[in-house]
């Protein structure tokens, strides 16, 4: 049996390789931030007399249509960020981190995208870290 090709080898290489830092950085953000302080000049909750009524929790339908988006363009910052608010809003904290940290890989500097893994990383410290860290 003859040996796959260079040409199609490389590739997979490279979707594994993608697919293993992904998952290696979200796994970093929860644990670095998980070990940081309070998260810094984080504003107050708003009162309840100025809190907007609260948005539907996103449906299943919503993440997924959010994840073809996804596959179609993976350098979407804003359809990742999209993804994270949904998996939050829905309780998924670990697939949360993930789209967070994938955005994070696209645009380091995006402040939503830090305020967003440190609220991630507050909810863990609450929740115990086995329940939202692999």
């Given at each position: 049996m003859?040996?796959?090709s260079r040409r199609n080898?490389?590739?997979l290489l490279a979707l594994a390789g993608l697919?293993?830092?992904s998952t290696a950085a979200a796994i970093a953000a929860a644990v670095f931030l998980s070990s940081t302080g309070d998260g810094g000049d984080a504003a107050p909750p708003p009162s309840p007399a100025t809190a907007a009524?609260?948005?539907?929790?996103?449906?299943?339908?919503e993440v997924l249509r959010l994840r073809e988006r996804l596959i179609e363009n993976p350098?979407?910052?804003?359809?990742?960020?999209?993804?994270g608010r949904a998996h939050m809003e829905r309780g998924e904290y670990r697939?949360?981190?993930e789209a967070f940290s994938q955005a994070s890989l696209l645009a380091?500097?995006?402040?939503?995208?830090?305020?967003?893994?440190?609220q991630l990383a507050?909810?863990?410290r609450g929740q115990g870290r086995h329940k939202f860290i692999p």
């Open positions: 003859a040996a796959p080898v490389l590739p697919a293993a830092l009524a609260p948005a539907p929790t996103p449906d299943g339908a350098g979407d910052i804003a359809g990742w960020k999209a993804l697939e949360a981190v380091p500097k995006d402040p939503q995208i830090a305020g967003a893994l440190r507050d909810i863990a």
